[in-house]
């Protein structure tokens, strides 16, 4: 199915491309990718952009070589101007520099050619980049093959294999408000972004013209929605979706009498299919192409995130190491390396302006200087603070035990780390101090005890100090707090526990550290909605408590 869908998005986009702005493709690299781009090349040009390309790259520039020879400036065209209304294709896209990300977002908007993101990011390492959220919105056609296998005898036919197939598939009754009706179901599936149900209408014009047909029908709202609504989900329609397709029952009694009168009933049932049933059409077709994950995540509570965003460790700008990010003006020293090509580049356009040198060599001012900029991704700490007091200590620890455990085993990858902080009795201590060693994480935690009361004032502030001193190394926070929201032991001579919990979470929630809020209770209280919200924290209700539970909510903050 989602193979198929592939297919025709390269049909579309090579016969009718108008408006919808290219592909964001997650795919990884192998021979389903592979084939793909083969069929993309074989209907519109291809051009890829390189992996160290930057501004100058897009747009053109001085030509260093072309102008020192002939002693004038020569500029160079960029790619956006050959490639005019061709297709760029941008591998590892969840690596673009800001600055491309936004120029390739202004080339859309000014009518430029399309465009092919291949978004390379593992979906479990929530860690890692992601595409730039803006220019992901701007592409039409949302794809997802990473769980696509292709046969191995379709493989080995070559390309003709992979060329978009003619539909057949019947129509279907003519849609008269199809832009209502994708609007609506954009808004039941929770996506946010303005942009998606005009692009899906798009869409479904552009596949009705490929059918030769001159208004919108049931099968290419269908396709609008496979392509666009579906992979940009984040939520399952409302439950009050489905009873309308039980009406079906009740017209199957009235095709028997003859011809005459089946063409007197089609009247009749033309005001039902109207928007309603072109809605439920596009929410049914929309969830063919659901994000993979979805339904576990919606299962444990977790609301999914919208294509593209942010990611657990923050960017830091660097003179001296990391992913190059351009230059800027600036003299060498203090770590800061010369840019020796930007400089020149700068400073050659002047030189007929400046005092010859005797000795022909170029006269280079201060003002012509450029350095080397560099991106570092942070690296991140989770602090887990769990409430190990009460008969659900156990549990709760257990639990917390597991996703430890798990987070570890993808430590190495994504050059996290993970400390425990655990709450009981009358204080809160260190359970676990950061780090990235599974053996460690086992070894120390075997003997972690619970039981007593739940001084949930003494666990937030501990883990505001554990996250502190991580911020101070240089590394991205995150703290997650398990406990079923009831603080009974701590604070001050006329303050209850649950008011110092609150003012420790206010102190928490000053410092802006990012922190999730587990509340583990068989039934969620107010009180911990009311501490979440004071520290800032994303609150998640977890009345069944389990481990892979436990890191989907961090991932989905981390992500």
Not at 349 to 365: F, H, T
Not at 495 to 515: D, H, I, K, M
């Amino acid at each position: 199915m989602r193979w198929s869908l592939a297919l025709k998005a390269i049909e579309i986009l090579g016969e009718a491309p108008a408006g919808l702005g290219g592909i964001l493709l997650r795919a990884r690299p192998g021979p389903v990718r592979d084939a793909w781009a083969a069929a993309l090349a074989m209907v519109a040009p291809v051009r890829r952009l390189p992996a160290s390309a930057d501004a100058e790259a897009l747009d053109g520039g001085l030509d260093l070589t072309a102008t020192l020879a002939a002693g004038r400036p020569v500029v160079k065209p960029g790619l956006l101007a050959e490639i005019g209304q061709g297709v760029l294709l941008v591998p590892m896209a969840e690596r673009l520099s800001q600055a491309l990300a936004a120029r390739l977002a202004t080339a859309l908007d000014e009518g430029g050619p399309l465009l092919v993101l291949l978004d390379e990011a593992d979906r479990g390492a929530e860690g890692e980049e992601r595409v730039a959220a803006a220019l992901a919105d701007r592409l039409a056609i949302h794809l997802d093959l990473t769980e696509v296998r292709l046969p191995m005898a379709a493989l080995l036919a070559g390309e003709e294999a992979f060329l978009p197939e003619v539909d057949d598939m019947p129509a279907g009754a003519v849609v008269d408000d199809p832009g209502t009706a994708l609007a609506s179901a954009a808004v039941m599936l929770g996506i946010d972004s303005i942009r998606a149900p005009i692009q899906a209408q798009r869409l479904a014009r552009a596949h009705a013209a490929l059918a030769g047909r001159m208004a919108i029908a049931a099968a290419d709202i269908e396709a609008a929605a496979a392509l666009v609504l579906g992979p940009r989900a984040t939520r399952l329609p409302p439950g009050e979706a489905p009873p309308p397709p039980e009406e079906a029952p009740d017209q199957p009694p009235e095709p028997p009498p003859p011809s005459d009168d089946s063409s007197d009933d089609s009247p009749d049932d033309a005001p039902d299919q109207t928007p309603p049933d072109a809605t439920d059409i596009v929410l049914d077709a929309a969830q063919t192409a659901l994000p993979p994950g979805l339904l576990d995540a919606l299962a444990n509570g977790v609301q999914m995130k919208s294509p593209g965003g942010g990611s657990s460790g923050a960017k830091l700008r660097s003179l001296t190491s990391g992913r190059p990010a351009g230059v800027r003006a600036g003299a060498p020293g203090r770590g800061a390396r010369l840019a020796l090509i930007e400089t020149i580049k700068t400073a050659a356009p002047w030189q007929k302006l400046r005092p010859q040198r005797a000795d022909g060599r170029l006269s280079i001012r201060h003002d012509d200087l450029r350095i080397r900029r560099f991106v570092a991704r942070a690296e991140s700490t989770t602090v887990f603070a769990v409430d190990a007091s009460g008969s659900a200590a156990f549990a709760r620890l257990s639990e917390a035990k597991g996703a430890i455990e798990l987070l570890l085993a993808e430590a190495y990858v994504k050059r996290a780390e993970v400390a425990l902080v655990a709450f009981r009795g009358d204080s809160a201590a260190i359970s676990l101090p950061p780090t990235r060693s599974l053996a460690r994480a086992k070894r120390e935690l075997a003997a972690l005890a619970g039981g007593g009361g739940t001084p949930m004032a003494a666990g937030i502030d501990l883990a505001k100090k554990v996250a502190e001193a991580e911020r101070a190394r240089g590394r991205t926070p995150l703290i997650v707090i398990l406990t079923d929201g009831r603080a009974n032991v701590g604070g001050a001579p006329g303050v209850s526990p649950q008011e110092a919990a609150l003012a420790s979470a206010r102190a928490l929630g000053a410092t802006g550290l990012a922190s999730v809020f587990i509340d583990c209770s068989a039934r969620p209280r107010p009180e911990g909605a009311a501490l979440a919200a004071a520290m800032g924290a994303r609150f998640v209700a977890l009345p069944r408590l389990d481990a892979k539970a436990v890191v989907a909510a961090v991932k989905a903050v981390a992500g």
